[in-house]
């Protein structure tokens, strides 16, 4: 989540305090993502260093707080945000997929279990998402988007799950069918088969 | 609020001694007034099975479908085939809106069934086709209009008269996914403003986030639910 570049963004049109930066980032995603004030004035800091916004001449407010503006330097880096692809790197850990990785490797454990578990789980919060979108369906159009954005990544974590209950039914199946056939026709080419 | 459908104990078994299959084992569902319960499950996990059992459309092997209080199970055919008009309402993901007549004459269909006078049976037809917005369509064939107006006139013909019952088995199969929404939107509606229970199957987690539970079915069994159970003194009522 790129702080520096939404508060770029909100510096685009006219110079503005952080306080406001902060009101005006929360209001744009109905405080999904609540800022501190402090990471703004550090995040405001860091852009200062690079070059990317300035403290304006306008000056300071009553308690000496800046007023900070946008670059020339920053619409460039602005710019190149919105028109590159947020890519889909790995999540450095992803705690559900190593969850079902490990569920199969280790004996006893019920991975169909583990799967219908975080499919409801999954799915509650799915619910409660398409709750705030009907509660919201006549707000913001900015936190809709957002909204939809938690609905559709919900969606593919259950879709995925499916996937991969009917991927361990097909795969089950096979499994007995070639242990049958095995045991039928190669009763003493044991290694062969658990090699496989 | 009571229990409108009260499922217990279901199963459905078709086919004869040498090759039976279990559609349903053991299934218990309940509905309140008012709520919006979707079906989730792979292809041939018993979904269409359970929700034609719910509404009288097959019967169950054993087991108790209560609509309303009656175990359909206790009423001759011709009394269910007049609570189902009556009382429960399908939509289906083809619509089954019949070509040669008029929206308004597809949703006076069922009330004419039931004996009730062409003058009244278009007043309420008329009022449905208002509550799910397209009073304007009313005489237009299903021919002339969009998926989602067809999927409109099959919910108005759903609810219209005193429905308690919406059974709705893939209702946004056909329709793109905005469409599905507002349709969904207008399911979710009818059940909080006028205390239906609705029942909805579908394969699509999308939409079964609409409900207020889902629950899910493998090989016939109900293997899980997310969202609240109903409370306990409603389960002491009705128990």
Redesign the interface.
């Known amino acids: 989540m790129s702080i520096k570049h939404g508060l770029l963004a909100l510096l685009r049109t006219e110079p503005k305090y952080g306080y406001q930066l902060r009101g005006e980032f929360e209001a744009a995603t109905n405080s999904t993502w609540p800022l501190n004030i402090g990471q703004v004035y550090t995040t405001l800091t860091r852009l200062e260093r690079d070059g990317l916004v300035q403290a304006s001449q306008a000056g300071k407010d009553d308690d000496g707080r800046s007023l900070y503006e946008i670059t020339e330097a920053g619409r460039t880096e602005l710019a190149k945000w919105f028109e590159t692809p947020v890519t889909r790197e790995s999540r450095p850990r992803d705690e559900l997929a190593i969850k079902l990785a490990l569920a199969l490797a280790v004996p006893g454990i019920d991975v169909s279990a583990v799967l219908?578990?975080q499919?409801?789980?999954t799915?509650?919060s799915?619910?409660e998402?398409?709750r705030l979108k009907?509660i919201g369906r006549d707000g913001e159009i900015s936190w809709l988007l957002v909204l939809e954005s938690m609905?559709?990544s919900?969606?593919a974590e259950?879709?995925w799950l499916?996937h991969c209950e009917?991927m361990l039914s097909r795969h089950r199946r096979s499994a007995k069918t070639s242990t049958a056939s095995k045991d039928q026709h190669q009763p003493e080419d044991h290694k062969a088969g658990a090699n496989q | 609020m009571s229990m409108i459908l009260d499922i217990r104990n279901l199963s459905r078994v078709h086919g004869t001694s040498g090759q039976k299959v279990h559609a349903l084992r053991g299934v218990d569902l309940a509905v309140a007034s008012g709520e919006l319960v979707a079906v989730m499950g792979p292809s041939g996990s018993g979904k269409s099975t359970l929700l034609t059992c719910a509404g009288g459309l097959d019967r169950p092997t054993s087991g108790e479908v209560l609509v309303d209080g009656n175990d359909l199970a206790t009423l001759n055919a011709k009394a269910v085939a007049a609570l189902r008009r009556r009382r429960i309402g399908y939509v289906f993901q083809d619509f089954n809106l019949i070509p040669a007549l008029t929206a308004v004459e597809n949703v006076m269909l069922p009330l004419e069934l039931d004996c009730t006078r062409a003058r009244t049976a278009r007043k309420y037809a008329e009022a449905a086709l208002a509550e799910v917005a397209i009073p304007e369509l009313a005489d237009r064939f299903p021919d002339h209009m969009s998926g989602g107006q067809r999927q409109r006139v099959a919910i108005a013909r759903a609810i219209v008269g005193d429905r308690r019952i919406l059974l709705a088995d893939e209702p946004t199969g056909a329709l793109d996914s905005d469409t599905g929404e507002a349709v969904l939107q207008l399911l979710r509606d009818r059940c909080d403003q006028h205390g239906i229970a609705g029942v909805l199957v579908t394969h699509d987690a999308r939409h079964a986030a609409w409900a207020d539970r889902v629950v899910y079915l493998r090989d016939g069994v109900l293997v899980g639910q997310s969202g609240p159970l109903p409370e306990v003194d409603i389960l002491l009522e009705t128990r």
Request: hydrophobic share 45%.
């Open positions: 219908q578990r499919r409801a789980s799915m509650e799915m619910q998402l398409t009907r609905i559709f919900a969606e259950i879709r499916d009917a």
